[in-house]
Structure formats: structure tokens, C-alpha cells
């Protein structure tokens, strides 16, 4: 199971809490780069763009991030956030379709900055999908120079 599908949730109605998500992924609130990145690279805090999304009104409705051997990175690692604007009271049902964003970041060098919309099937209401078209995508690379010691 990816981080894409494990994070498409459709067995509830109702969008995160950034406790809920600091929990999750707590390195969707880094807002610098980790110290081995050097001067030149460029972090994109991935709040401020979650914050402008929902102000928007779309809500983040899964995240993950994934894991580190390196403790030291585990608050700067890459994450995923599924957003979609929250209907009140739908239900999903297998065979819909949802269009939602997916914003994929991380500030420790290991992704790009990517932000893709798409539509997603659904094949099981606790986590599968199939994509099934894509609207759009933005990604973003940055400099990813080690600091010198």
C-alpha cells in the first residue's frame, strides 16, 4: 500500500484538525529546511500552502509522511495531503468519483514541492482508489545541495 492510497480515507465526512494532522505528519509544519541542506535551498513550508488551500475551501481529509532512519529528519521528511472540499452529509459510495488535490512536499531534500489534482475512483470506502484522470499538476524543484561541513 502506497502513501497515495493509504491516505484516501472515505469513511468519514470531515476534514482534519492540525492536531490531527501534526500527529499524523508532523513534518507538514516544518517552516525551515533540515541542517543538511545548504543556504541555497529554498524550504516551502507546507502549511502556509495547506492554509491558503483552505481558505479556499479545500480541506485536508488524509496525511502521512513517510519514514526515516534518521531520527533527526523524521520533523522534515516527505508527507502527502489529500484535500477535497467537504460536502456536509455525503456519503461516498464505490464508483464515485472525487476530484481532490494532492500536495507532496518535504524541506529535508528528498522531494520536490508537488501540488496535482485529479480524479479518483472509488474501489473500497477505506482506502482504495485508481486514478482516474489528472487535471493537473505543478511541481517544484529546489536546490538540493548538502551544506558543507
Given at each position: 500500500?502506497?502513501?497515495?492510497?493509504?491516505?484516501?480515507?472515505?469513511?468519514?465526512?470531515?476534514?482534519?484538525?492540525?492536531?490531527?494532522?501534526?500527529?499524523a505528519a508532523?513534518?507538514?509544519?516544518?517552516?525551515?529546511?533540515?541542517?543538511?541542506?545548504?543556504?541555497?535551498?529554498?524550504?516551502?513550508?507546507?502549511?502556509?500552502?495547506?492554509?491558503?488551500l483552505?481558505?479556499?475551501?479545500f480541506?485536508?481529509?488524509?496525511?502521512?509522511?513517510?519514514g526515516?532512519?534518521?531520527?533527526?529528519?523524521?520533523?522534515?521528511?516527505?508527507?502527502?495531503?489529500?484535500?477535497?472540499?467537504?460536502?456536509d452529509?455525503?456519503?461516498?459510495?464505490?464508483?464515485?468519483?472525487?476530484?481532490?488535490?494532492?500536495?507532496?512536499?518535504?524541506?529535508?531534500?528528498?522531494?520536490?514541492?508537488?501540488?496535482?489534482?485529479?480524479?479518483?475512483?472509488?474501489?473500497?470506502?477505506n482506502?482504495?482508489?485508481a486514478?482516474?484522470?489528472?487535471?493537473?499538476?505543478?511541481?517544484v524543484?529546489?536546490a538540493?545541495?548538502?551544506?558543507?561541513?
Amino acid at each position: 500500500m502506497t502513501v497515495y492510497t493509504h491516505t484516501a480515507r472515505f469513511d468519514t465526512g470531515r476534514a482534519l484538525t492540525e492536531d490531527e494532522m501534526r500527529r499524523a505528519a508532523p513534518s507538514i509544519f516544518a517552516k525551515a529546511a533540515h541542517v543538511s541542506r545548504s543556504e541555497r535551498f529554498q524550504p516551502i513550508p507546507t502549511i502556509e500552502v495547506l492554509r491558503g488551500l483552505m481558505a479556499e475551501g479545500f480541506m485536508p481529509v488524509g496525511a502521512k509522511q513517510s519514514g526515516t532512519r534518521d531520527a533527526g529528519k523524521a520533523d522534515f521528511t516527505k508527507h502527502l495531503i489529500r484535500l477535497r472540499r467537504v460536502d456536509d452529509g455525503k456519503v461516498y459510495n464505490v464508483g464515485d468519483t472525487v476530484c481532490e488535490i494532492l500536495l507532496k512536499n518535504a524541506n529535508d531534500g528528498t522531494s520536490a514541492y508537488d501540488l496535482m489534482a485529479g480524479l479518483f475512483r472509488i474501489r473500497c470506502l477505506n482506502s482504495l482508489v485508481a486514478q482516474t484522470g489528472t487535471i493537473d499538476s505543478v511541481k517544484v524543484r529546489v536546490a538540493l545541495l548538502l551544506k558543507a561541513r
